[in-house]
């Protein structure tokens, strides 16, 4: 048994920390915030040649062929540089929706592609009714002549418009259990009837946008997978998914837990530093604690799903669950031990905090992972 | 990163498992069974039997030498055998503070001869160790400790009262803490006895808890003479070494106490299946699931946390001050699950044992009045966050 990285894996977080600190700074990600491409060309080309974007695919499609307990390794630094663009929605669900259940040839094409920088794939997921279940899958795929039409709304959609092609889910029959008929298409960004309508968010490091379908229409070898059993997969993929944001989480929130600490044993008030007082001191142990729990929580999740463990799906719920309120209340402790300087602008802080909100409602909050955990464990 | 078990460990597993359905006693009771941590005075006879039982079978010491009735066996094999003790509801260790604290520090800091006289009797339990930390101005503080002993030829003259010392009623020696210099500043003139409770001068009364049980004591130390042989990693070390006794503790508290968590995060699940709100199980009630579903997961948090532990001792690192960290999630779930467990019975709460509507014979109510020592004994939660913040994350000290 050992429940710790490897030397390797320790070799790639010091070259992602180092990297990160020098191409993914403050002022740059601000720079990404205000415009809506949210990533440069430059900077993406960068992950790629690192091997990044491949880092958990199959080498036969340009990847590393690494497992997602080397990928939780360089998403803690991701979420330490409070990274954006579209690193997460490309590599982590799009691309990995066509690599779990696509053909061979769109695998060959688009996996390929996602790895070596050449292509991002967004995945139209949830929609307004904002469910994180298979009976929230409402957007239609009308089959007729061989081809099938989509009909809906997607919300929620991170990076669609930076995609070059999105992974719909939508539903192709009617039944009386929610997870059978749906089905997942590639459809090509610029489908006609296709609409992407970039939105506002709290969170300008991770761009969300809303996605239209009015009568779009694409071929039967769209589908990714197999026609109405599209819900299986789509799981997987975001099981597998939910690893990397909760690992992503866990470095944020080991930032933040770090500046606060650096800031609380120069911060002099009262003639000491505030870390001397214990009303800091504790709260800053609190942080460590929740934490440390939510790293192994998270790392217990990524070998689980490098296993195929069948406690996977219980694993990746209780991570989430447990990360998304950790990082939350971190940032928050954050802003308040700061103090004013926290609540500035200027101060990073803001980002973890704005994060940690988008991230706690993205592919489900700690409400919607406990009653899983509670269904899981057959409670 | 493997979780996995090599098959020498898989065999173990196979092995403790059907010792235990062999040999698990009859008269072990539910009753019995809820002292999930400390031991209840009732069951100390029955207890002390189970420990040899469980010894003279190697389920005891399995980190321990051989040379001193251990197995030479590594962390993981002791948490695979806790995890299957846990599985099995199986009763708890008599001698903790002896196999948690004591053999450890003996073992770390004793003479061949205070090795060979008293590590394998503590696994066996023939002798049981008590703790004498605490005195009634010291607690936190604990470097502040009067208790004085004074040199007297080839012997200490002890004098002194120490307090909340649990077992100390049974105990046949303590792990004892007394200032042999008290001019040096107050960490540095401490020496670590090992004590014989049966020597003249030492006094034991009973201290009733807020439970209604007498599982801790004062201890008064009046001219207790003391040979210099029983002094423990030399004079005026004495923090040092006690320091490393906590820290064994904490460690141990990070195997044993989580699948004993485990075991009350079951039956309280158990409790919930049966108890009924408004004519359903409160299983079925949505905000019950989130609040078990939370527990269950902060258990397994702190099974996983103290995984990353046992592997860094694994390679080679000593246990340190993160484990303050394991001792806080422990606290906090457990205290939780008892809260829970009252918010379950609800008015039923308030009934205890003699009662034909207690709820369990009311074994819940004395676990969830015993739970609230957890954030204090073994060091307060606050001296806890005292430590992480100073030790861990490098805090200027208050």
Redesign the interface.
């Known amino acids: 048994m050992n429940f710790g990285f490897s030397e390797e894996q320790e070799l790639l977080r010091a070259t992602a920390r180092k990297f990160f600190e020098n191409e993914c700074t403050s002022t740059f990600v601000r720079d990404r915030m205000a415009e809506p491409a949210g990533v440069t060309d430059d900077f993406w080309t960068k992950l790629a040649e690192q091997g990044w974007l491949g880092l958990v695919y199959p080498e036969e499609y340009g990847g590393t062929g690494l497992g997602f307990v080397d990928l939780t390794v360089l998403m803690e630094e991701m979420g330490r540089a409070s990274m954006p663009g579209p690193f997460f929605s490309t590599v982590l669900l799009g691309g990995l929706a066509v690599l779990e259940a696509g053909s061979a040839a769109q695998k060959k094409e688009w996996v390929a592609k996602v790895a070596a920088g050449q292509a991002k794939i967004a995945l139209a997921w949830t929609e307004p009714n904002a469910r994180w279940d298979a009976a929230g899958v409402t957007v239609t795929a009308r089959e007729a002549g061989g081809a099938f039409t989509l009909s809906g709304t997607k919300l929620f959609v991170l990076d669609a418009h930076l995609a070059d092609a999105i992974v719909v889910v939508a539903r192709t029959r009617e039944s009386a259990r929610p997870e059978e008929g749906i089905t997942m298409f590639l459809v090509p960004r610029n489908a006609s009837g296709l609409d992407v309508k970039l939105l506002p968010t709290m969170d300008q490091t991770r761009k969300q946008c809303e996605v239209t379908c009015k009568d779009v229409r694409v071929p039967a070898d769209a589908i990714v997978g197999s026609k109405d059993s599209g819900w299986a997969p789509l799981q997987r993929v975001i099981d597998r998914a939910t690893v990397g944001l909760a690992a992503e989480m866990c470095g944020g929130a080991q930032r933040v837990l770090d500046m606060t600490t650096e800031y609380a044993k120069i911060r002099v008030a009262f003639g000491r530093p505030i870390g001397a007082y214990q009303g800091v001191k504790h709260r800053a142990a609190d942080m460590l604690v929740e934490v440390e729990n939510a790293k192994s929580l998270t790392y217990y999740a990524a070998w689980a799903v490098d296993e195929n463990s069948p406690e996977a799906p219980l694993a990746v719920s209780m991570a989430k669950a447990y990360v998304s309120d950790a990082f939350r209340r971190i940032a928050g402790a954050g802003i308040q031990l700061h103090g004013g300087i926290g609540f500035t602008w200027e101060h990073d802080l803001h980002l973890y905090f704005k994060r940690a909100k988008n991230s706690e409602f993205t592919f489900g909050d700690a409400t919607y992972h406990r009653e899983r955990v509670a269904q899981l464990i057959q409670l | 990163?493997?979780?996995?078990?090599t098959s020498e460990?898989e065999a173990l597993r196979a092995e403790v498992r059907a010792w235990l359905q062999a040999n698990m006693p009859r008269e072990w009771t539910r009753r019995v069974m809820a002292s999930s941590d400390v031991p209840r005075p009732e069951a100390y006879d029955f207890l002390r039997t189970w420990q040899r039982q469980m010894y003279e079978a190697g389920w005891i010491g399995l980190t321990w030498p051989r040379e001193y009735g251990g197995r030479g066996l590594s962390f993981?094999e002791e948490?695979v055998v806790h995890q299957e003790i846990a599985l099995a509801k199986a009763p708890p260790i008599l001698n903790i503070l002896g196999v948690g604290m004591a053999g450890p520090t003996i073992i770390a800091y004793g003479t061949d001869e205070q090795k060979r006289r008293y590590v394998s009797k503590i696994l066996s339990c023939e002798e049981i160790w008590c703790q004498g930390y605490s005195e009634p101005n010291s607690g936190s503080d604990l470097a502040s400790l009067q208790t004085r002993a004074v040199k007297d030829g080839e012997y200490w003259v002890i004098n002194g009262q120490k307090v909340w010392t649990s077992l100390a009623h049974v105990a046949d020696f303590m792990m004892l803490l007394a200032r042999t210099d008290p001019n040096a500043p107050k960490h540095k003139g401490i020496t670590y006895f090992l004590l014989d409770m049966r020597l003249p001068g030492v006094t034991v009364k009973p201290l009733r808890q807020l439970t209604g049980d007498a599982e801790f004591n004062e201890v008064f130390l009046d001219n207790v003479r003391v040979h210099g042989s029983q002094v423990l990693g030399g004079v005026d070390n004495g923090w040092a070494v006690g320091l490393t006794t906590l820290m064994y503790e904490r460690l141990a508290l990070g195997f044993g106490l989580q699948v004993r968590l485990r075991i009350t995060l079951d039956g309280l699940?158990e409790l919930?299946r049966k108890m009924e709100k408004n004519g359903r199980a409160l299983?079925h009630d949505?905000v019950m699931?989130?609040k078990?579903?939370?527990l269950?997961?902060?258990t397994?948090?702190?099974k996983?946390?103290g995984?990353?532990g046992?592997?860094?001792l694994?390679?080679g690192q000593m246990p340190g001050p993160?484990a303050s960290?394991g001792k806080?999630?422990w606290v906090d779930t457990h205290q939780r699950i008892q809260e829970l467990a009252m918010e379950i019975e609800g008015p039923y709460a308030q009934l205890t044992p003699g009662s034909d509507w207690a709820v369990d014979g009311g074994m819940w109510q004395y676990t969830f009045l015993r739970s609230r020592a957890n954030s204090i004994e073994g060091g307060t939660t606050?001296i806890?966050?005292?430590i992480?913040?100073?030790r861990?994350?490098?805090?200027?000290?208050?």
């Not at chain 2, 990163?1 to 078990?5: A, E, G, P, R, T």
């Not at chain 2, 861990?392 to 208050?398: A, N, Q």
């Open positions: 990163m493997d979780l996995s078990l460990q993981v948490l699940v919930a299983t949505p699931r989130q078990l579903a939370q269950w997961i902060d397994e948090a702190l996983y946390t995984a990353r046992i592997t860094k694994l390679r993160e960290a806080m999630i606050e806890q966050k005292n992480i913040g100073e861990v994350l490098g805090l200027p000290k208050d």
